[in-house]
């Protein structure tokens, strides 16, 4: 079948951190990160979710994974500005890196988890969800894999369908939650969904598809957004 591709993607959680601090720029706040096994065909995914410090809404400026640029995967703005996205980039060696993140103006504090993805393309099913009910429908194509990121504006935990839980966790100050998963189960489509123990209308989920790099694009419905980047390969420091 041309449609299946005859190699896996797969993916590998390595990291979750915070830090309560207020900034704009927060480089070296993120140091020495674990980013997963070096290959030739790593991509490191990074989940980021931010609370605004003061009023207006807020979108990450640039963000640096072990020296390299990495590119926006997916956005999902809160509606009450606070930022939740998720960045790549391709890091072919090293098992540790810096994450450098700029944001547009002052946040309260960031809560960041990581993901070492293989084999994949540098192309991806991206959609995102926001409110109470924090659920989508999305295509996982064969020897695909998926990634999702959850935030909250109070301290409480996630329950996850369609990934399974890398992490939970409160971060500032107990005013803000992040939780995120993965899959290498296929699904066309699969409900992934996200509930919090404590329901928000400002609540955030972003789920990406992470498609094998000897595969095409296929199995796609209309409410797919296919996301296109180009990761130049970078060694790790």
């Known amino acids: 079948d041309s449609k299946v591709s005859s ?20 480089s070296g706040s993120f140091d020495n990160i674990a980013i997963g096994t070096a ?3 790593r991509q490191v995914f990074v989940s980021i979710d931010a609370p ?32 939740h996205e998720v960045w790549a980039a391709s890091v072919s060696s090293g098992t540790t890196g810096d994450i ?24 991806y099913i991206a959609q995102s969800a926001s409110g109470s009910t924090l659920s989508t429908s999305i295509n996982i194509p064969a020897n695909s894999v998926a990634l999702a990121t959850g935030r909250a504006t109070t301290t409480t935990t996630a329950t996850w369908a369609g990934v ?16 995120g998963g993965s899959t290498s189960t296929s699904g066309t489509p699969t409900t992934i969904s996200c509930t919090w123990g404590s329901a928000s209308s400002d609540n955030t989920m972003i789920a990406i598809v992470c498609l094998p790099a000897d595969g095409p694009l296929n199995n796609f419905t209309n409410n797919n957004t296919v996301v296109t980047t180009t990761h130049t390969p970078t060694n790790s420091h």
Do not use: P
């Open 164 to 179: 399974t839980e890398n992490w939970d966790t409160a971060f500032n100050g107990g005013n803000g939650a992040s939780s």
């Open 52 to 83: 605004r410090a003061s009023a207006g809404a807020r979108t990450v400026s640039s963000c640096t994974i072990a020296t390299a640029s990495a590119s926006l995967v997916s956005r999902k703005t809160s509606g009450n500005g606070d930022c």
């Open 7 to 26: 190699t896996a993607a797969t993916v590998s959680y390595t990291a979750q951190a915070d830090v309560d601090t207020n900034a704009t720029n927060y």
């Open 100 to 123: 450098d993140i700029v944001f547009s103006a002052s946040m309260d504090a960031v809560s960041i988890g990581v993901w070492a993805v293989y084999n994949a393309a540098s192309a």
């Open 39 to 41: 290959g030739s065909t």
